[in-house]
C-alpha cells in the first residue's frame, strides 16, 4: 500500500490520540461521578489553555520567550496573586537575580553553584515576602512559591546569560515579549468559561493535543517572518514566499531529517577543527586548547611570550566571549576589548569555562593563531575579520553571503551586532545587494565604499571549502563560515548545525526553492563535483533539471 510508510510513521501518536479519545469516552459516560475531582484539577486544566496559548503565539506568530512551560507556569502564580501584583513580583525577583550574580561575578563561581547562590537569594526574598502576606494579610502573596524555580531557572538566569553574550538589547526584548506572552495566556485563562468547558468536556483533551500535533508539523510560515522577510519578498521583482525558507520548514524537514541529533554534542569548535584537518580542510591553526581549570597555568606560560592570538570559547556562538589580541605594549595586550593584561586574560578563560558563553555549565577555551584579513578584503572591511557564510546542503553550496564588520559591531562579523551581510552571486562570487540591521544599504556605514560589483577573491576555492566542511562534519546541512587569511587563504572558521536565515533578504533570493533542487539530486562526487553541479543549477534559476 502507498500509504504504509506514512501510516507505520504516524502509528505511535494515533496510538495515543486514540487511547486518549477512549478515556474522555470513559470520563464522558461517568462524568457526574469525575466531577468534583475534575473540577479540583482546575490548576492543571488552566496549564493545558495556558501553554497551548503560548505555543501558538511562538509556533505560529513568531514570537521569541524565555521557554514555552516556564511562562505557562508564571501565568498560573499570576491567577493566584493577581496580574499586576504578579508582574511586580517576577520583575523584582529578576532584579534581586540580575544585582546576585552582578556581586558574584568577579569570583568566577561554576554555574551550578552560581544558580544555588541565586536561588538562595531569591528563596530568602520570597520567605520575607511570605511573613509579609501573613503580618499583612495579602493572600494574593502566598502563591509566590512557585517564582523562584521559574524565575531563577528559566527567564532570570537566561535573561543575564544573555546579556553577557549579546548586550541587552535581544535579551531585553526577549524578556518584554516574555511578559507579553505571559499576560495573554493569563487573560486567557481566568475565562472561567472557557476552563470549565474544557474541564466539564472530555472530548477537548485529546482535541488539544490533536491542535498542538497539527499546527507542531503543519504550520510554515510564522506570522511575523512575513514582516521579516520583505526584503527578499517586497517589490514587483520580490522571491514568491513559497520559496523561502522559514524557522519551521528549516527545522523540520532540514535540520531534523538532515542532521543526526547524535552529533550536536560533538561538534563544539574544537572537535570540528580536529575533523576538519583530519580530512583535509584547512582551518586556523590550534595553540592551546584549556580544558580543565588546571590548564589554566598552560595559558600563563603562554602569555608570558606570546602577542598575536585569539580567545575563543569552544561552545559558543556569535562572536560571543571571543577576545582578539593583536600584540602586546609593555605589561598588557593589545585587544578588540581594550588593553588586558595577562593576568585578565586568565581569568577571562576561567570565565569562559563557567560556561558562560555557551549555554551550558561548563566549556573549553581555545587559543587559535590570529587570522589577518587578506590584503584583497582590505578595502572593503576597514577593521575586524569579514567571513563568507556558505548555505551547503548534501555536499552542494546553494546560497553566500559576506559578513562585512563595522565599528558598532566591534570588528565582529555578527549581524545582530550590527555587520553589514551582502549578498553574493553563485556562479561569479560577486555582491550584488547588501543589508544593514535589516536595511538595503549601498555603501559600507563607515567607509561609504560601494558594496554591490565587489568580487570575493578564492571564490571557487570557497565554495569547494565550504562544501567539504560540511560533508566533512557529518551534518548535512550546514552554514560554513569561512575567512581569508593572508598567508594561508580560505580557512573554515566554523560550522553551524543551525545557520539562520537573513541570509536569503541579503541575497533577495528564496533558499527552499535551492534546496529542493538539490533534493531532486543524487548526492554523489566529491566535493569540487558537487559544487561545478550547484554552478549549473544556479546558471539555469536553481530548477531542478540537473
Known sequence: ?????????????????????????????????????????????????????????????????????????????????????????????????????EMIRRELVQQDHRVAIQLIMVGLTIVVLEVLAEYYHLPQLDFTFLFPVLILAWTSERFVE????????????????????????????????LVDFVILTPFTWPLLVVINWYLGTQIRVRLLERRRFRGATGGSDGVPPADLLTMNVRNREFVSKYNDPALFPLLTKARTKDTLALHGVPVPETLLVVREKADLGKLAAFLRDASEFVVKPASGFGGEGIVVVRGREGGSFRTNQGPMTAEELVAHAQYIQTGAFANSTSDEVLVEALVVQHPAMKDLVPEGLADIRVIAFQGFPVMAMARLPTRES???????????????????????????????????PDTGMSLAGFSIPFWSQILEIAAAGQIASGLGYAGVDIVLDAQRGPLVLEVNKRPGLEIQNANRAGLLKRLRAIEGLRAKGDAEDRTARALNLDGSNWEATA
Open 1 to 101: 500500500m502507498a500509504g504504509s510508510p506514512a501510516l507505520v510513521r504516524h502509528a505511535p501518536f494515533l496510538a495515543l490520540v486514540a487511547f486518549l479519545f477512549l478515556a474522555a469516552l470513559y470520563v464522558e459516560v461517568y462524568l457526574d461521578a469525575f466531577t468534583y475531582i475534575l473540577l479540583n484539577s482546575r490548576l492543571l486544566f488552566q496549564l493545558f489553555v495556558g501553554v497551548t496559548v503560548i505555543a501558538v503565539l511562538k509556533n505560529v506568530v513568531g514570537i521569541q520567550t524565555f521557554g514555552t512551560f516556564a511562562p505557562a507556569i508564571v501565568a498560573l502564580a499570576f491567577l493566584q496573586a493577581g496580574l499586576l501584583v504578579g508582574i511586580v513580583l517576577l520583575l523584582n525577583i529578576l532584579a534581586i537575580v540580575v544585582a546576585t550574580r
Open 162 to 193: 544573555g546579556v553577557d553574550r549579546t548586550g541587552w538589547e535581544r535579551p531585553s526584548k526577549e524578556l518584554f515579549w516574555t511578559l507579553v506572552t505571559i499576560v495573554v495566556a493569563y487573560a486567557v485563562m481566568v475565562q472561567a468559561w
Open 410 to 444: 566591534g570588528g565582529r562579523a555578527n549581524l545582530h551586532s550590527g555587520a553589514v551581510g551582502c549578498g553574493v552571486q553563485m556562479s561569479a562570487g560577486r555582491v550584488t545587494r547588501a543589508t544593514w540591521h535589516g536595511r538595503a544599504v549601498a555603501k559600507h
